[in-house]
């Protein structure tokens, strides 16, 4: 049901928390989606919803008693609260807010105790074509419960018993023999649904994780964890559909001295040193900033909101961190960073002519004697580095780059 923007809060108080505890070690994204489920599934609560309402209304007709109008009452009361909040929620979520979800779950408790209630009064009052009226709804309830709350099987397990305990308990209050069977197929029945929505539970949520390992390797880089190129262009592609991508800035990276280093120490310790690298370009940037690795020892930073002195002043403070020494595997690893600077919609309102752009700004920088900070279309700015950039560099034709591994 959910969308990617919509987020549901999580519940806090005490109580509510225990009963829609997430497994061990779920990631807190798939927690998320597990709350979010809690207010999904909306078929399955109409259906939910006419059914109950259905039972109480028609035990009203045949059997009109202030108790059971009392019933009805509360069944009404407890629907329309519920529908509140669940429409409530899913509005809020989408807007950002904080959604009732400590009060959606306590609600649902309520309808269950309320569903029990009135099977409980409709037993105890003798007539058998009454409780069949009360109590076939309820028993039917229970796999809709299962499924529609898999995200939190103690609060399905709770739900489940409030609703079917209160037969087994009028069955032996009633004296009624034939009854019998209910008191001893209802517990059976409780725990055999119990354990389903709890194997239920841990199926989906397995399923959600393997599903976000598989959509995060098909969007990131697996040694280093950044962007890969096909997402990188992606987010490219979006901020650049903006009415006004002004701001825009994009950063291409490229690591001076890495090759000598893979080379002469071997690949196991150049890898290491592309995740010791991406990690001080994570460091480096904002939340909300895109990192990516392209291939090789090329990277890419994409950040909003950078004008050209702020823009340069980043690509000086990527270099920085990223030109040095780093010790990797018993070695002394050196390294510099060249750095070409694009920005939108100066330099390109296309994902492809701001790559371009930015490539040869790097392109320009590694020609130097020394590594530098390029802003396309404007003059070299030196960037400090440990180690000089090549003296004859091979040409090479403008576009986008991918160094081999």
């Known amino acids: 049901m959910q969308t990617e923007k919509a987020r549901f809060s999580a519940p806090e108080w005490r109580f509510t928390r225990w009963l829609a505890e ?3 070690g779920t990631p807190d994204a798939i927690r998320q989606r597990l709350v979010a489920e809690l207010f999904g599934n909306l078929p399955v609560f109409y259906g939910g919803l006419i059914a109950t309402l259905v039972g109480p209304l028609s035990v009203v007709v045949f059997k009109p008693s202030a108790l059971f109008i009392a ?3 509360m069944e009404v009361i407890i629907c329309a609260v519920r529908l509140t909040v669940l429409v409530h929620g899913r509005r809020a979520a989408l807007r950002g807010e904080k959604t009732w979800t400590d009060l959606h779950i306590v609600m649902a ?8 209630l009135g099977c409980l009064m409709a037993i105890l009052s003798g007539d058998w074509l009454i409780a069949t009226v009360a109590c076939v709804p309820a028993a039917a309830m229970v796999g809709g419960i299962c499924f529609r709350n898999f995200a939190a099987p103690r609060l399905a397990s709770a739900m489940i018993a409030l609703s079917l ?12 023999p034939a009854l019998i069977g209910v008191t001893i197929l209802v517990p059976l029945f409780l725990f055999s649904m119990s354990v389903s929505a709890f194997q239920m539970n841990a199926t989906v949520v397995s399923a959600m994780v393997a599903e976000r390992e598989i959509r995060h390797r098909a969007c990131h880089d697996d040694l280093t964890g950044l962007c890969n190129r096909a997402h990188l262009v992606t987010q490219l592609d979006e901020r650049l559909a903006r009415e006004r991508p002004d701001g825009l800035a994009l950063f291409y990276l490229d690591l001076d001295g890495f090759k000598q280093v893979n080379d002469t120490f071997g690949h196991a310790t150049g890898d290491r040193l592309l995740q010791l690298v991406s990690e001080q370009i994570n460091a480096s940037v ?3 900033d895109v990192t990516a690795r392209l291939g090789g020892d090329e990277f890419v930073v994409l950040a909003d909101g950078l004008d050209r002195s702020a823009a340069l002043a980043l690509g000086h403070s990527l270099s920085e961190r990223i030109a ?3 010790a990797v595997n018993g070695h002394d690893c050196v390294i510099g960073v060249s750095v070409g600077i694009a920005l939108a919609p100066a330099q390109g309102r296309d994902a492809t002519s701001l790559l371009a752009a930015a490539d040869a700004a790097l392109y320009t920088a590694k020609g130097r004697s020394a590594p530098a900070v390029v802003l396309a279309g404007e003059t070299i700015a030196r960037a400090p580095s440990m180690v000089p950039a090549p003296q004859a560099p091979l040409p090479r034709p403008a576009g986008l780059h991918l160094s081999p591994t």
């Open 71 to 73: 019933w009805l009452a």
């Open 22 to 24: 997430s497994p061990a």
């Open 109 to 116: 408790l309520a309808w269950s105790a309320n569903l029990g």
């Open 286 to 288: 904002r939340a909300g």
């Open 324 to 326: 040095r020494s780093y």
């Open 165 to 176: 305990s209160p037969m087994p308990v009028a069955t032996l209050l009633s004296g009624e």
